[in-house]
């Protein structure tokens, strides 16, 4: 019974709690130094200044000490391999968004956030004034404790609980869990994005996605996604596809298709067309013995520097695939070329 619980559980957490025991004697350990260097002789004219450079450098010191170990608890999730039942659900396009909401939520602590890397930078640069205004509105409201090594060590345990959870919470959000990619959720989210832009185009009535569920334990994951599309007046013999590619950049492509239909009348294997969108366009011929249509993608270097593909772009993508594949094919496959 215990081995079948353990297959289960999908991650080992032990070095996760390991680092966050490690974290709290840390803050521990900062907070006595803190008042050991403290000045012991109260009302010195020296108490204030050194009361603040000490609150100071204990300050940095905890919130960079405490962003490691918050990244360290985070890479400390360790994926345990298992079986995973899987199963294939068709969806709608609202409803698939819906499900894909429910799997981040389930596992949003597994990925780093995309904002966490830039507020991790802004946040200890604000941690200088807010310890001398916090400081000077101390000294201000109650002057008679400026002086006094007790109420002094109360501020030192203020500023390393505040500055400490700031640090931990921003590292543990700006690294990944050692995880499988199933359960990072990026690269799903920018198909999704593109998913919409396509289906924001007049022509397209209705839009389908077949998405590869795993299940394991509590543990319930979206894998791979097709995004597939019908088109306002054509037969269901005609279908438009949303494939991607990359890692840390998304390509898109479009690939539509007649199932059973005569080749098109496009003959060379690659032509560029400019469409009015920020790349040029590649148009290449889809030639097998069940289906004819074309591939359409931008015309982009897949790697080396990050493009940005503005939504906009993909939407005209869209209608110049609707406008190849209703003047390319005879109108017995349910397209109409009078609408081209």
């Not at 025991?21 to 002789?41: D, E, K, N, Q, R």
């Not at 011929?285 to 790697?303: C, K």
Request: glycine share 6%; net charge neutral.
């Amino acid at each position: 019974m215990t081995d079948m619980k353990k297959s289960l559980e999908v991650f080992d957490r032990t070095k996760e709690r390991i680092f966050v025991v490690l974290f709290v004697m840390y803050v521990i350990a900062v907070t006595a130094l803190g008042f050991i260097l403290l000045p012991s002789h109260p009302y010195d004219e020296a108490f204030v200044g050194v009361t603040l450079c000490l609150l100071l450098t204990l300050g940095l010191a905890v919130y960079i000490g405490s962003a490691i170990f918050g990244v360290l608890a985070k890479q400390g999730i360790v994926y345990r391999t298992g079986r995973w039942k899987y199963e294939d659900v068709e969806y709608d396009l609202e409803s698939f968004a819906d499900a894909f909401e429910n799997h981040k939520r389930a596992n949003w602590h597994l990925s780093a956030r995309r904002y966490s890397v830039k507020r991790s930078c802004c946040c200890i640069c604000p941690i200088v004034p807010f310890v001398v205004l916090f400081y000077a509105i101390f000294l201000i409201v109650i002057p008679s404790w400026s002086g006094h090594p007790l109420y002094a060590r109360y501020l030192v345990i203020f500023v390393n609980v505040f500055v400490s959870t700031d640090g931990i919470l921003h590292g543990y959000n700006y690294s990944n869990a050692k995880s499988r990619t199933h359960f990072q959720t990026a690269y799903i989210e920018k198909r999704l994005q593109y998913a919409y832009a396509v289906a924001s185009v007049d022509e397209i009535t209705h839009a389908e996605v077949s998405a590869r569920v795993g299940i394991r334990g509590d543990y319930r994951i979206i894998g791979n996604a097709s995004f597939r599309f019908r088109v306002k007046g054509l037969s269901d013999k005609v279908m438009i596809q949303l494939q991607a590619s990359g890692t840390e950049f998304v390509y898109p492509s479009l690939v539509g298709t007649v199932h059973h239909a005569k080749q098109p009348s496009i003959k060379s294997s690659e032509q560029k067309r400019e469409i009015g969108a920020k790349y040029e366009v590649v148009v290449e011929p889809i030639e097998n013995d069940d289906d004819a249509g074309f591939t359409v993608r931008f015309d982009m270097p897949l790697s080396g520097t990050k493009f940005h593909i503005l939504n906009d772009d993909i939407a005209r993508l869209t209608r110049f695939m609707i406008q190849l594949l209703r003047s390319n094919f005879d109108p017995e496959y349910g397209i109409d070329t009078t609408q081209a």
